[in-house]
């Protein structure tokens, strides 16, 4: 019966996949597979009642299945759906995307001392591992979805402190203090990055970086130099062209900006249609 329920999942009949995933369930009750497939089709089919249904089940059947709980709470909302997170991190105490969303769960909610808590325990877990990826990850999403730009800093600084060449960190930094309304400090963490990686194969996207920052505060002459910059580094930046066209309408610089619109469309459909 459960390939059936698969056979009906992979021809995208989720209600007869569903019915007979619950019927399997219902003979093997510890099957967690079975469970897991539940938790999936109940995601496709956006059955958030079915979803409660399913957490209560599963908990008076005690499922130890990190998979499950996870993927069940993607169905869910608020407390109930932190109860699925809290189960998944259960079964998996070290599962940091369950650590994440119960994070993120918390804040949506208005727990923010919670969720600030799970933050700063995952920060302190990508540092002792030397994962400057992770931290760079976690403090653009502090800065951008949570606000959180204490924390945020901190996990970009030591990302930074693992891996100092790497420029997205940089950008985030940057970006951090325009958050910060700091313009004098978002615009010379970009200039030093310049300074100190010369030769960096991302020196064209910093210069696109500073001109970002330029453009954020007003500073439009500075940002179209921060884009004329980029172009000299690499005459193929379609992104450096297509803000050098926005820049140039923007300041009244109409041939500039036709100029600049026109390559940039051509680097455009060259990516597009370029079959080498």
């Not at 469970?35 to 499922?63: C, H, N, P, S, T």
């Not at 998944?88 to 727990?111: H, I, V, Y």
């Not at 030591?158 to 309304?181: A, E, H, Q, V």
Request: a negative charge.
């Amino acid at each position: 019966m459960f390939d059936e329920a698969l056979v009906c999942f992979n021809s995208q009949d989720f209600p007869k996949a569903l019915e007979l995933t619950q019927s399997v369930i219902a003979l093997e009750p510890k099957w967690e597979e079975a469970w897991e497939q539940l938790a999936v089709l109940i995601q496709y089919l956006g059955d958030r009642l079915e979803a409660e249904r399913a957490l209560g089940k599963a908990r008076e059947f005690g499922i130890r299945s990190n998979r499950f709980w996870y993927l069940l709470a993607q169905s869910l909302h608020g407390p109930i759906a932190q109860e699925a997170y809290r189960l998944a991190l259960k079964d998996n105490p070290d599962d940091e995307q369950s650590l994440l969303e119960l994070a993120w769960s918390f804040r949506s909610t208005g727990n923010k001392e919670a969720a600030n808590k799970l933050y700063r325990y995952l920060l302190d877990v990508y540092t002792s591992r030397g994962d400057w990826s992770a931290l760079n990850s976690l403090g653009d999403t502090l800065r951008r979805l949570v606000g959180n730009l204490d924390d945020a800093e901190e996990a970009l600084r030591r990302s930074l402190g693992i891996k100092p060449d790497n420029f997205d960190t940089w950008k985030n930094i940057s970006y951090l203090m325009c958050s910060r309304r700091d313009p004098s400090a978002a615009q010379q963490t970009v200039r030093r990055f310049l300074q100190s990686y010369p030769e960096h194969p991302k020196r064209a996207e910093a210069w696109v970086c500073l001109a970002n920052v330029l453009r954020s505060f007003n500073d439009l002459t500075g940002a179209a130099e921060a884009v004329r910059q980029a172009i000299d580094v690499d005459p193929t930046g379609q992104v450096a062209w297509s803000k050098l066209a926005d820049i140039s309408f923007e300041t009244g610089n109409f041939n500039e900006g036709q100029r600049a619109l026109t390559r940039a469309n051509e680097l455009d459909r060259n990516k597009r249609f370029d079959t080498d």
